[in-house]
Every structure is written in C-alpha cells, then in structure tokens.
C-alpha cells in the first residue's frame, strides 16, 4: 500500500468516526422538540433536558475528529484542499454557522430566564443540528454526482448543479440518517421512558431513510444520480448499508439498544466509505467524467513520511481519549452523571 494510499485511508476514518461521533450530537439536536411532550403541566422539557444531557460528555469532544479530519486534509492533501474547500466553500460556510449555532445555544439555553429565550434557544438548537446534517448530506451528493469543472481545471460548484433531485435527496438522507442515529443514541442513554419515546422516532426515520435512499438508488440507475467508477464495489457498499439500516430498524423496535445503536454507526459511517471506495483512485470527479487522482491531490513523498510519524502518535491519542470518555461516563443518565445544560 502506497502511501498516498495509506493518508486517504486515514483521512476516510477520520470523516467516517466524525460522522458516527457528530452524527448522533445533530441528530439529538434536532429531535430536540420531538423528544419531550409540549404541554407545559407535562414533564416535556425535563425529557429534552435529559436528551441533550445524552450527548452532554461527549459534546465538544466529538468535534475532535473533525479538526484531526480537517488537519490531515491540510497537511497530507493539499491540492485537494485547495481545489475541494473552493469548490464547496457556500456548504462549508453553513455547516460552520450551525455549529457555532449549535454548540452556543445549547451551552447558552441553561442560562436563560425568559420562555421566549428558552423558545429562541430551542430553534437555534435545532438549526445547530440540521445545517450540519444537511450540509454534509449535499456535500455527499455532490462528492458521488460530481462537481463541474472550468477549462483550466478547477472544481466550481453552481446553484444548477447543488439543487439538482440526487443531491437534493443525499442532503435529505443524511440528515434523516443522522436524526434516526441521535435517536438511537437517546434510547441507549437515557431513562425508560424517554427511550421508548426515542424508539418509535428512531423507527419512523428509519423507514423515511430507506424512502429516501430509494429514491437516490433509482435516480442512479436511471442515470441522474452518482457516477460511480468502481461499480462492483459501490454496488456491495451500497447493499451493506441497506442491511445496515434494516438491521437498526430491526434491533430498535425490538428493543435491542445497543445493537440497534451499533447497526445506526455502521449505516453513518458507510456513505464515507461509498464516497472513498466508489471513486478510487480518484478523490475527486467531475460531472463532466475527469477527475483528480490521489496522486494529483497528495501531498509528495518526503511530507508524506513526516506527517507518518505524526500520525502514528496523534491517532492513537484521538482513539484514547474517545474510549477512555466512553468508559467514563458509560451507562444512562441520571443515574450516575449529573445534568451538564
């Protein structure tokens, strides 16, 4: 495996462990309203209090993938970068205002007075969750469909192109996806009866991410959908995601949390690998049928071997801490961690 290899290897475990990490933070956030009931003699704001305690240790933690993803994008691909954040600069601005959104009204909400601050909190908490998840959706759709590309060889995207039905629909999926794992998140950690209502959220956007993705299968097969160049292994990818998702709908009506859980991060995490497999050895296509090859977007040789030696003391530092947090605050809340919003 050549090196080049090896750093996109890497770079795809960082985004893949960002989205499963990330992935059930903006789900959380976006369910927010739909976890607790609204009638205000009911208990309806302590159940959305104790769903964001669920993600409470773990908050800004998670973002630690996306900075190692982002740095290893920087230093070991720097022509991607170039080419890549130009291209997709409206989507990275927006998915960057909803997590300045997000992670303020959720440290900001527990501070207020006022029921209309509180209102106000609890939307911009939900727009924290979904401009992420939409945004990396359309990123997605963009990145299978393909970008155009101008005479001179640069990637530029244009509204034509972004509101285009695939992409469109991959914007929808993930945010349903990332909704039904926040879900399933919920119904691991929190009381009973909040996971229960968290069950049956989880198992309707669970069947609405199955719609979904049928829906962008058939305008692939129809034509209008991702351009694949490694058929056969998109093809197998595809399908493991699809028993990825039956097997969390599966688990999570029958009350296996932790498998339905497991099976919802191997559904997040599968879409990075379609993007990275799908494509090899490009890292980036156009619409139009060319691309950039790996070898075109990395970095050379001798920056490659220095970055190595980085790497192989920084990701094992990465996985250390998620594991030892993990363990640390393990179990359900309000059992044996306090509130933290």
């Known amino acids: 495996m050549s090196l080049e290899t090896l750093w996109l290897a890497l770079l795809g475990l960082l985004l893949a462990g960002y989205f499963v990490l990330g992935g ?42 996306l900075v190692a993803f982002t740095g290893v ?3 070991a691909f720097p022509y991607l970068e170039g080419t890549l954040l130009s291209a997709l600069y409206p989507l990275i601005v927006a998915i960057l205002v909803g997590l300045v959104l997000g992670n303020a009204a959720i440290q900001l909400r527990g501070r207020t007075r006022s029921a209309r601050a509180r209102r106000y909190g609890g939307a911009l908490i939900v727009c924290g969750g979904a ?7 359309l990123v997605l759709g963009l990145l299978l469909h393909g970008v155009p590309r101008r005479a001179d060889g640069t990637f530029h995207l ?13 914007g929808v999926t993930t945010a349903l996806l990332f909704a039904a794992h926040g879900a399933a998140f919920v119904a691991l950690r929190s009381s ?16 609405a991410v199955a719609v979904a993705g049928s829906l962008a299968l058939m305008l692939t097969l129809f034509g209008a959908g991702a351009s694949m160049t490694n058929r056969a292994t998109s093809a197998v990818i595809a399908a493991l995601l699809a028993a990825a998702l039956l097997a969390a709908h599966r688990y999570l009506s029958r009350g296996h949390l932790g498998r339905a ?6 559904a997040t995490l599968l879409p990075v690998l379609l993007v990275g497999a799908g494509h090899y050895p490009y890292v980036l296509i156009s619409s139009a049928g060319s691309g950039m090859t790996i070898g075109q977007g990395a970095a050379d040789g001798a920056t490659l ?12 530092l990465i996985l250390g801490y998620q594991s030892w947090s993990w363990w640390a605050f393990r179990g359900r809340t309000g059992r044996r961690h306090p509130h933290y919003f």
């Open 24 to 65: 059930y933070d903006y789900g959380v956030q976006m369910l927010y309203p739909l976890l607790g009931d609204r009638a205000p003699h009911r208990a309806g704001p302590t159940h959305r209090n104790a769903a964001l305690a669920a993600i409470a240790p773990f908050f800004l933690g998670n973002e630690v993938w």
């Open 73 to 75: 994008l920087f230093g």
């Open 131 to 137: 401009l992420p998840a939409l945004g990396w959706g």
């Open 158 to 170: 244009d509204t034509g192109t972004l509101l285009t039905p695939f992409v469109l629909v991959c």
């Open 192 to 207: 009973p009866a909040l996971a229960s209502r968290a069950r049956r959220t989880g198992t309707r956007l669970l069947e």
């Open 261 to 266: 859980f497991t099976a919802t991060c191997c």
């Open 305 to 316: 071997k220095i970055l190595t030696a980085f790497g192989v003391i920084v990701i094992p």
